[in-house]
């Protein structure tokens, strides 16, 4: 237990890292908080800094949430799935509520990608390929988010009933956090999910 608590701790602290607003300071020496939606996430990123900014932000959010749960699987704990499940969950909540940002942060999308990856890498890859399609034809990255969230969850759920072993089993800890990581993106899309009922919402673009 103090091992599984050890790595949460960690999990949160790596999660709260704001990738995309570094990139940013990195990139243009800018807040991003006050540029475009004001989002700290990726798809902000894209809007002010471009495609470069992007990948950057993107990649460095995944690592963020796959990072800690590798560090799980290779400290010994590859057979207890509630412990990776928690230590997941602590990356997406340090991403959405950073300790470093007064508690406010993104809305967890590519971080809970990265949790993905370590736990059911088919699932994430059935997210990206629904995600990059809906964006295609779009330009909504909150709409591609949201519909790349659903097909996750899907996804697990359909590898655990299936049985499949890719990389490890889908276990019913990985559907319940899951659940959370729905129920999680969900909310901080709520905004959002407004804009989309009253098409108000800002596209995806750099103009």
């Known amino acids: 237990m103090p091992q599984v608590l050890v790595l949460a701790a960690f999990a949160y602290l790596l999660g709260s890292v704001p990738s995309g607003w570094l990139v940013m300071k990195v990139y243009r020496n800018q807040d ?11 798809a902000n990123v894209f809007r002010a800094g471009g495609p470069g900014a992007f990948t950057a932000t993107l990649v460095a959010d995944g690592l963020k949430g796959f990072i800690p749960v590798m560090l799980g699987i290779a400290f010994g704990l590859g057979d ?3 412990a990776l499940a928690l230590i997941g969950l602590a990356a997406v909540m340090g991403h959405t509520w950073s300790l470093y940002l007064g508690f406010r942060g993104g809305k967890g999308v590519a971080t809970s990608g990265g949790v993905l990856l370590a736990l059911a890498p088919v699932a994430l890859v059935l997210a990206l390929v629904s995600w990059f399609l809906v964006v295609r034809l779009t330009r909504l990255a909150s709409l591609s988010s949201l519909i790349a969230v659903a097909v996750g969850f899907v996804s ?7 049985g499949w072993q890719a990389w490890r089993p889908v276990g019913w800890p990985v559907i319940v956090l899951g659940v959370a990581l729905v129920g999680l993106v969900l909310y901080r899309h709520r905004g959002n999910i407004g804009r989309l009922a009253t098409g108000r919402e800002l596209k995806i673009t750099t103009h």
């Open 80 to 82: 207890q799935e509630i």
């Open 156 to 162: 697990l759920i359909a590898l655990h009933l299936v």
């Open 32 to 42: 991003l908080r006050k540029l475009g939606s004001g989002n700290i996430g990726a």
